[in-house]
């Protein structure tokens, strides 16, 4: 099996085994996604003129929403999302011909994805906890960047085991027995591929890329983090 078929045979399973329902359910939760508070984070570090004709690239783009949510707002941009799940491109739908998705796997150095220097702003929502490393993508931003550029995470972290099976029994005991052992299974894999990372540790992995940081949120009551960095000018 190829390193792409071998990821996408992995993020099938990770996201629950059915990709067209994950596909779905990414559809669904856009909104709540790239909410008032991921607007003011993007409107605070991204500072683009409607009619900037900036290239804008968005890691793990999904069916491409956010791709028609940046052509809305800056209609004269070169926008490209990368994706490599199946699932998710088929039901990419009425993308403006200018936007372009290209299907590679983000797990590896992919130095001539972009032309050195060539991306103003890359967006990585919720990718980074489902890539085997982040290193390898946050060398190759790096080199896309243009000095200046720059980079907007969003992503799970690290919580308590409390806080994370509080959040998904909604109200039901532990020892209730509908609480079942394939039920735990299952959290406690989800647990492990979605608390990865500390904030801190996204952060010290970025500037030992040469990153700048700008800024490192907790959202979502400490489950998540939105983080801006910028390659030094
Ligand atoms: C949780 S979804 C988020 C989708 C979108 N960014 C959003 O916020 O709605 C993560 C996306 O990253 C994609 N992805 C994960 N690992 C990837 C990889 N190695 N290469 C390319 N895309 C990847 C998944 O297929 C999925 O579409």
Redesign the pocket.
């Known amino acids: 099996m190829s390193s792409l078929e071998t990821?996408q045979v992995y993020?099938e399973r990770h996201h629950g085994g059915d990709g067209r329902l994950a596909a779905q359910r990414?559809l669904e939760?856009?909104q709540r996604?790239h909410d008032a508070s991921f607007q003011t984070f993007w409107n605070t570090h991204v500072n683009l003129a409607p009619d900037t004709t900036a290239h804008l690239i968005?890691l793990?783009?999904?069916p491409g929403?956010?791709l028609q949510d940046l052509h809305q707002r800056y209609p004269d941009a070169q926008l490209t999302g990368?994706?490599?799940?199946p699932y998710?491109l088929e039901l990419v739908d009425n993308l403006p011909a200018s936007v372009q998705i290209q299907v590679?796997?983000?797990?590896l150095d992919l130095p001539e994805l972009f032309a050195l220097e060539t991306v103003d702003v890359a967006l990585a929502?919720?990718?980074i906890h489902?890539?085997h490393q982040p290193v390898s993508l946050f060398r190759n931003l790096y080199r896309w960047l243009k000095p200046g550029g720059v980079v907007i995470l969003v992503d799970m972290v690290r919580q308590p085991l409390k806080s994370a099976l509080l959040h998904e029994l909604k109200g039901v005991s532990l020892t209730d027995p509908q609480v079942t052992d394939e039920w735990l299974q299952a959290q406690f894999l989800h647990y492990l591929e979605h608390n990865r990372y500390h904030p801190e540790d996204l952060c010290d992995l970025l500037e030992m890329c040469g990153f700048e940081l700008l800024a490192c949120e907790s959202i979502r009551s400490g489950r998540a983090a939105q983080i801006a960095i910028r390659k030094p000018v």
């Open positions: 990821t993020l990414t939760s856009h996604n968005d793990g783009c999904g929403l956010f990368i994706e490599c799940a998710m590679a796997d983000l797990n929502n919720r990718l489902e890539l």
